[in-house]
């Protein structure tokens, strides 16, 4: 099981990565007889457990320049194969849609959170509901817009709560796994300034690390050679409206916009300060 799982991650690293040079305006590749051969029929269990399967490196920064129409050509051809992701059947039998993504393909932010909630499965767009409401807000308040930033999900699909009417839960670490792909080609193709992590799960989904979101956020960690600054989802703020809780939300986008090199007011910088 260990093995298969190993070769659909070489798959899936070589498809994002392909996604990604296609982007660029790449349009053919020098393969020499001997991969060919390789790739001419299934492999085998020993090429499977020998990693002899031949895997691609990750997208270099020095890519050329990507135009947006490229990018959009690519996103909108991953958009067409996560909508007809069959990869999770318990998901796929519940869901009304495939949450894919929303905003900017040169967005230079781009924010990830979990998983899409009832409000998200019925439009399709993610972050819609109550919580999306105070991250569009959040957005607003950073001099921005959700049209000029991405937000996507770790989790494409929302996860199923049989026997509930009601209610969300936490996506596995399986669900995650086998979702990943989708965001990591999302993000290669974007090639976001900074990400920012919204909530615990997204943080593990992203980093595999786990631990309370508290100790976390306020600190750039680095993904796939971007910096990502982890913060509180908007829905522990739904539950919490302390001021001070309001106020480390807004601590973590300063450092974001700092780290943007955006303009900052000092009405934006006393915002939640208690008098």
């Not at 798959?11 to 001419?40: I, N, P």
């Not at 320049?65 to 069959?86: F, G, I, K, N, Y």
């Not at 059947?89 to 998983?115: I, Q």
């Not at 750039?220 to 990502?228: E, H, S, T």
Request: net charge neutral; charged share 20%.
């Amino acid at each position: 099981m260990g093995a298969m799982s190993d070769f659909q991650r070489v798959l899936d690293t070589t498809e994002r990565h392909l996604l990604t040079l296609k982007a660029s305006g790449v349009r053919f590749l020098s393969v020499q007889s001997e991969t060919l051969s390789k790739l001419s029929g299934p492999p085998s269990l020993t090429q499977i457990e020998t990693h002899e399967v031949i895997e691609m490196p990750p997208p270099s920064l020095a890519q050329p320049s990507q135009s947006t129409v490229d990018t959009e050509s690519a996103l909108a051809e991953l958009r067409e194969r996560a909508a007809v992701c069959m990869k999770c059947p318990h998901l796929v039998k519940s869901r009304n849609n495939v949450v894919f993504g929303v905003g900017s393909f040169e967005a230079e932010l781009m924010f990830v959170g979990e998983a899409p909630g009832a409000d998200e499965d019925t439009q399709g767009e993610p972050f819609v509901g109550a919580a999306g409401q105070l991250l569009t807000r959040i957005i607003k308040t950073m001099g921005l817009s959700r049209e000029t930033v991405y937000i996507a999900n770790i989790l494409k699909c929302r996860p199923d709560t049989p026997g509930q009417s009601s209610g969300n839960r936490k996506p596995t670490a399986e669900e995650m796994s086998t979702c990943l792909p989708y965001l990591l080609a999302q993000i290669d193709l974007i090639r976001p300034k900074v990400l920012v992590a919204l909530g615990a799960t997204a943080i593990e989904g992203l980093l595999g690390a786990g631990g309370g979101i508290g100790k976390q956020r306020g600190k750039f960690q680095n993904f796939r050679d971007i910096p990502l600054m982890p913060t509180f989802h908007p829905a522990y703020l739904l539950r919490n409206q302390a001021l001070s809780e309001k106020r480390k939300v807004w601590e973590d986008m300063l450092l974001v916009m700092e780290k943007l090199q955006m303009p900052i007011s000092e009405k934006q910088r006393g915002y939640f300060l208690s008098a």
